[in-house]
Structure formats: structure tokens, C-alpha cells
């Protein structure tokens, strides 16, 4: 249909009438703050409404009206994303869940039902109130959804151990396109009945289905972990120990800061790093306390063996968790350092050093910063190409390196996205990882669930 806001007006109107007061708004004002996601991408579009979901029947109500007027829907949960899922489209409507946040434990089920708006913040406080812990740990745990996180399968810096948010998913509300709401898995622990819906839509970025309701697995409260901080001459060395702490360690969390990454952090927040370190391992453990002490000196035993400068060790939380926050604070310092394209890629992780090495290739060649932390231990890194806002020339560059980064990732076996998910940002790039036959099969999925194509188009398929 014409897209123009004045033919788009009635259509509206009516949706305006179907859901209470104040679930709609169309005012430039209001409809502005839900344009972008992270990305803040030049690319977003002007929707036409957006819908402030208080409930799954407000969900229901929208997808219908929307089917029925063939007007395109981006879900959208905090806007926290990093691949430019949620970005608006012209003449469409942003179906925000920020509204729905009910988080009720089960406790003897070990289980959290959870509308999608909740923070995972807030999923990791209600569960703790109880003795168990929600594990999916991404960085801006504190700022996303639980919706985002399903739509995306995040992971976080926890997953090298207890994997992501698809392991964690027992049970799904979805409304579809056409407005159908159904329900999927529930508290059971096993449960192979029919095939495997309940997974199609985790990391399906909002293109098959709308999450009302989610069932989350807990675990048992982690163990106060012990740390080990390795700093090396370059992220070669770093990544060989990596590899060789992968033989004999589980560890909890293998994180990795270049030299770009940790000064970053010293400008934004001074917290007492190496400014001078080519690379930082942050290695922790959690087992129990007969065996912590054996994997704390297997990790530092890894460390030394790879060429560490210097290797740290505490069974104090308190300090290990100042260097987490140094962690965490890589993406917001960065911020500050000018506009940022964020990358995701990742690879097997005997290919790590490979593809550490293609990124610094890639920024010398292009002529950009781009300092990165990465999951080591699951391969998974993150590039940030950093370049000054309104630069044209410095933009091009930066564009081309990140297309650049992930043909890197594919040539070593690897991905364009490790947890943020392809979005708008990497759509481009999809079908060069997955080859043409499996680029169809997704389409031929997506078309049997939104055969009107209306669920967050652009967004990889």
C-alpha cells in the first residue's frame, strides 16, 4: 500500500482505536526515540506509529491490523542492539515490548516466566533472590531485554562455560504475522514432542514471530569465582594461550583486550591497567574449591607458557570483579572515541590468532582504529571500527573494513555473528556464509510464517 503519512492516517486511526489510550502514539516527538537501535544508523526509517505493547493481546491486536493492511512491524525491545535489527522502516510501525516486564520465579521448578520488556538484569536479580542465577551474560546485561536477547541468542561473557540464551529457553509465547499466538515448550526440562519450533525462533530477530512470554531455565548460584590477569607483549601470544588453557581448563570466562581496547578503557575510566600491555587475558574460574586452585594454576601455567609478561592471580571477588568492569566498560570508552561500527565475528578457536591478525591487517589498510575485546574462548571477537562522526571519507573506510572483517571470518571457517545477530548491518553479507541453498531454506521459512513478508523487513531475510 502507498506508504505517505497521510495515506497511512486512517489505517492508523483504527489501530489507535483497537488498543487503550496511550499504547499508540504517532507524534514526531514520540515516534522519534524509536528509529534507532545502538547503531544509531543513518539508515533508519520514519515509521508511521509506534505501539507500546502492555500485554500479549495488544501484540495480537497489532500483527492482525497489520496483516490486514499489509504495513510492515519491527519489534523492538530496549534498543540495545548492535546489528541494526530494530531499526525503523518507512510508512511502518515499531512494536515496542519495553512495557511487558513480569518476572515470576519458580523456584522449585528452577524456572523464570518472564515477559519479553524485562531487563536480563532484572531476570539475574529475581533469581538470585532465590538461590539460582540466570547465566546468559552479555555486557549490557544491565540495559537489554530478555526479548532482545531471544530474538538475538545472545551470550555474554559467561558463555565459553554455560553457553548461551537458546540453552536456557524451555518454553515461548509467539503471536505470527497473521496475529495467531502460540505456545511453545513450557516448564519441562525434556520435551522432544513435534519438531524443534521452540528454536526457530531464538535468533530469529523478530522476522518469524513476536516472544509475549518466555520459560528460562536457572541454575544453581554461581560459585564466588577466582581470576587470573595476563598481560602479553601482542594478541598473538594471547591467543595461543587461549588455545593451549582451552586442553585443560573449563574456565567460566576467557576474555581478551588489545592494546587499542585497554587504553580506551584507561582514557574513559581510569581502573589501573597496563597501558603499555600489547594484550590482556581475563581468565576466571568457578568450580568448586578443591578444584579452583588446580584450574587457576593450569591458567597461569597456559599464560606463561604462551609468553605472558605478566600473570596475576586472586580468589577475592571483589578485585577479580574490578577487572570485569574494566571488561565491560570497553564498548561504552569506545563510544566516546568517535562513531563505531561494531563488529561480531567469530571462529573456531584453533583460527583465532589467524583472524586476530587479519583485523590489525584490515586497520592498517584501511587506515583505521580498531580496537577489539573478544570472547576468547569460544572465538567469538569484537572489532570496533572507530571513526570521527560526519568524516565521509573516514566513513567509506570504515565500511569497507567491515565488510572486509567478516569475508576474513568466512575465509577462516568462521561467522559474520557470534551473538548480536545480522540485523540490517550484515544482511548484505549472509548468503557468502551460508551459500545459496541454505539461503533459500531460510527464505522458504520465513515465507511459510510471514508469507506477506511484513515481520521487520530488510533484516536478513
Known amino acids: 500500500m502507498d506508504a505517505s503519512p497521510d495515506s497511512l492516517a486512517p489505517a492508523v486511526a483504527e489501530l489507535v482505536a483497537a488498543l487503550p489510550s496511550g499504547v499508540v502514539v504517532a507524534t514526531a516527538d514520540a515516534v522519534e526515540k524509536y528509529r534507532f537501535d545502538w547503531t544509531h544508523d543513518a539508515r533508519a526509517g520514519h515509521p508511521a506509529a509506534v505501539v507500546r505493547a502492555e500485554n500479549a493481546d495488544h501484540v495480537v491486536a497489532t500483527m492482525r491490523w497489520a496483516t490486514s493492511h499489509g504495513i510492515p512491524v519491527v519489534p523492538r525491545g530496549a534498543g540495545s ?36 520488556g524485562a531487563l536480563n538484569v532484572e531476570v539475574k536479580r529475581a533469581a538470585a533472590e532465590h538461590g539460582l542465577w540466570y547465566p546468559p551474560d552479555p555486557s549490557s546485561f544491565e540495559m537489554c531485554s530478555i526479548g532482545g536477547n531471544i530474538a538475538t541468542n545472545a551470550g555474554g561473557l559467561c558463555c565459553v562455560k554455560y553457553g548461551v540464551t537458546t540453552d536456557y529457553v524451555l518454553g515461548l509465547d509467539v503471536v505470527l504475522a497473521d496475529g495467531t499466538l502460540v505456545t511453545l515448550g513450557g516448564k519441562r526440562v525434556k520435551d522432544v514432542a513435534g519438531l524443534s519450533l521452540l528454536k526457530l525462533f531464538v535468533g530469529s530477530e523478530g522476522t518469524l514471530g513476536v516472544v509475549t512470554r518466555a520459560v528460562l531455565r536457572l541454575v544453581p548460584a554461581q560459585q564466588p569465582p577466582a581470576t587470573v590477569v595476563a598481560t602479553f607483549p601482542g594478541v598473538a601470544a594471547a591467543a595461543d594461550a587461549v ?45 568448586p574449591s578443591a578444584a579452583r586452585s588446580d584450574e587457576v594454576a593450569a591458567a597461569v601455567a597456559a599464560c606463561e607458557g604462551a609468553g605472558a609478561s605478566e600473570v596475576f592471580a586472586t580468589d577475592d571477588p571483589a578485585e577479580g570483579e574490578l577487572f570485569v ?95 548480536h545477530g545480522v540485523g540490517r548491518l550484515k544482511a548484505g553479507s549472509l548468503e557468502a556464509q551460508l551459500g545459496p541453498d541454505v539461503m533459500a531454506l531460510n527464505r522458504r521459512v520465513k515465507a511459510a510464517l510471514d508469507p506477506h513478508g511484513i515481520l521487520n523487513p530488510g533484516s536478513f531475510i
Open 81 to 116: 542492539g548492535l546489528s541494526g535489527g530494530a531499526l525503523a522502516v518507512d510508512g511502518g510501525i515499531v512494536l515496542s515490548t519495553e512495557r511487558m516486564r513480569a518476572v515470576e520465579i519458580d523456584a522449585a521448578s528452577r524456572v523464570a516466566v518472564v515477559e519479553p
Open 243 to 287: 588455545i593451549a588453557l582451552g586442553r585443560t581448563v573449563r574456565a567460566s570466562m576467557v576474555e581478551l583486550m588489545d592494546h587499542s581496547s585497554i587504553n580506551a578503557v584507561e582514557d574513559h575510566t581510569p581502573m589501573g591497567l597496563n597501558r603499555d600491555a600489547g594484550a590482556l587475558l581475563l581468565i576466571q574460574s568457578d568450580a
Open 325 to 419: 568492569r574494566a571488561r565491560r566498560l570497553h564498548f561504552t570508552a569506545i563510544e566516546a572515541r568517535g562513531h563505531v561500527l561494531p563488529e561480531d565475528v567469530g571462529v573456531p578457536v584453533p583460527q583465532l590468532p589467524a583472524l586476530l591478525a587479519a583485523v590489525a591487517e584490515i586497520a592498517i589498510r584501511h587506515d583505521l582504529e580498531i580496537p577489539m575485546v573478544a570472547h576468547a574462548g569460544d572465538g567469538n571477537t569484537h572489532p570496533a571500527i572507530v571513526y570521527p562522526a560526519g568524516d565521509a571519507d573516514a566513513e567509506r573506510r570504515a565500511r569497507l573494513a567491515f565488510d572486509d572483517i567478516m569475508a576474513a571470518a568466512i575465509a577462516l571457517g568462521g561467522t559474520i555473528t557470534g551473538e
